[in-house]
T-cell receptor
Framework: EPEVTQTPSHQVTQMGQEVILRCVPI?????FYWYRQILGQKVEFLVS????????KSEIFDDQFSVERPDGSNFTLKIRSTKLEDSAMYFC???????????????FGDGTRLSIL | AQSVTQPDIHITVSEGASLELRCNYS??????LFWYVQSPGQGLQLLLK??????LVQGIKGFEAEFKRSQSSFNLRKPSVHWSDAAEYFC?????????????FGSGTRLQVQP
């Protein structure tokens, strides 16, 4: 069964450094997402991406965050200047939706654990 | 805005016993509801979903869930639990009818299975 894959599985970064988390969504999916889960807290939505642009973002997704689809397969989340509170598990997801009125479920990767020192 | 409550943080059941995990949602229109499972070190795996139609939905691994609009609930059930079902279970709600795709998750219920 096709999977969403994320790399690396664990990333350790010094505070203030830039970090890029990488995801390969399922190949025929068109909607891509990032969520995060701070240890002991709920999974929270960050951003959705469709047709090469952000379609929706949460309050968490401020100017320090950006997303990109640099080629036909990868989807990345960049944090420009990391803070201690960015430490979390970051999940990438994708869905087969063909537009905003579609309703296909989101399929998640195994996550990248980001630790900020 | 939508919200999800999973009242039970931790549940322990014996292997072979039945299971029901509770989920209550808050959303003004017809919700899109999901259950995901997360095993240790793994991502979120979709167990089942409800969009419309039959209020009893079947999922993978022998799970089912029932949508009850009058109770704003979407409880997950399994008639006989296996040791491999030990994991964390998340209920989520979407507002796809608005064109928004963000899922709102509950806090999760950790299931422990005793031999």
């Amino acid at each position: 069964e096709p999977e969403v894959t994320q790399t690396p599985s664990h990333q350790v970064t010094q505070m203030g450094q830039e970090v890029i988390l990488r995801c390969v969504p399922i190949s025929n999916h068109l909607y891509f997402y990032w969520y995060r889960q701070i240890l002991g807290q709920k999974v929270e939505f960050l951003v959705s991406f469709y047709n090469n642009e952000i379609s929706e973002k949460s309050e968490i997704f401020d100017d320090q965050f950006s997303v990109e689809r640099p080629d036909g397969s990868n989807f990345t989340l960049k944090i420009r200047s990391t803070k201690l509170e960015d430490s979390a598990m970051y999940f990438c997801a994708s869905s087969e939706d063909r537009g905003p009125n579609s309703n296909q479920p989101q399929h998640f990767g195994d996550g990248t654990r980001l630790s900020i020192l | 805005a939508q919200s999800v409550t999973q009242p039970d943080i931790h549940i322990t059941v014996s292997e072979g016993a039945s299971l029901e995990l509770r989920c209550n949602y808050s959303y003004g229109a017809t919700p899109y509801l999901f259950w995901y499972v997360q095993s240790p070190g793994q991502g979120l795996q979709l167990l089942l979903k409800y969009f419309s139609g039959d209020t009893l939905v079947q999922g993978i691994k022998g799970f089912e869930a029932e949508f009850k609009r009058s109770q704003s609930s979407f409880n997950l059930r399994k008639p006989s639990v296996h040791w491999s079902d030990a994991a964390e279970y998340f209920c989520a709600v979407g507002a796809l009818d608005t064109g928004r795709r963000a899922l709102t998750f509950g806090s999760g219920t950790r299931l422990q299975v005793q031999p």
